[in-house]
């Protein structure tokens, strides 16, 4: 389950994060990843002050989207690494680690995000190559928006071949570690959005003594 998600940042948190990476100081990817031969792009220093501001900022908006809760149902998320592609950069095709050392404990990644914050037509190529089938789905969205995937898929950074591409990467450990759970329960947030005001006292009654059984059973503490 692939879900976009348009204007995550507001018109003044992405002009806040592009600031920032602009003047930021970027470092070689692998530094991150030595073990990686198709990692060619750049990273914010882990030495920059700035970073965990800007990192926070993109985190709570991720915590206080009603999509994300009703289909990602956070129960950690760490703080993003901000990367860089220039002409000629890529990240090619790869699998992101089953588990992150975060702080204060390890994190299980179960979904991936990306968050854009350059505009899609600041530059050309750099469009996210998710494997999810037989076709590949390219993703590329405008500056502020998201995309969330599965961890386990196989995807990559298409070359950058003009101007430059601006990213958050950051990863969700679910509360509901099922992706078909998850997409059960997405399916039923959807449900209830569309049946709104036609829901009558019995009907809400009936709708919560699902959602709440369905917690029971799949919801990790």
Do not use: C
């Amino acid at each position: 389950m692939i879900t976009q998600i348009r204007a995550l940042l507001d018109d003044s948190q992405t002009r806040k994060a592009r600031a920032f990476v602009e003047k930021a100081e970027f470092v070689e990817g692998k530094a991150t990843n030595r073990g990686s031969n198709v990692k060619n792009n750049e990273q914010i220093s882990e030495n920059d002050s700035d970073q965990s501001d800007i990192g926070r900022m993109v985190v709570q908006a991720l915590l206080n989207n009603d999509d994300v809760l009703n289909t990602a149902f956070p129960r950690g998320i760490p703080g993003p690494t901000f990367s860089r592609y220039q002409p000629g950069m890529y990240y090619g095709l790869h699998m992101d680690e089953a588990i992150m050392n975060t702080k204060p404990k390890p994190l299980r990644t179960d979904l991936s995000v990306t968050v854009f914050l350059s505009a899609a037509d600041e530059y050309d190529g750099g469009e996210l190559e998710l494997w999810t089938g037989t076709d590949p789905q390219l993703v590329k969205l405008d500056a502020g928006d998201a995309v969330i995937y599965p961890t386990g898929l196989i995807h990559q950074v298409r070359p950058v071949t003009r101007g430059t591409r601006y990213a958050a990467v950051t990863w969700i450990q679910s509360q509901i570690p099922e992706l078909k759970h998850r997409q059960i329960l997405s399916h039923y947030y959807h449900l209830v959005a569309r049946m709104g005001h036609k829901a009558d006292e019995t009907d809400r009654l009936l709708m919560e003594s699902v959602r709440t059984g369905l917690y029971r059973m799949w919801m990790e503490l």
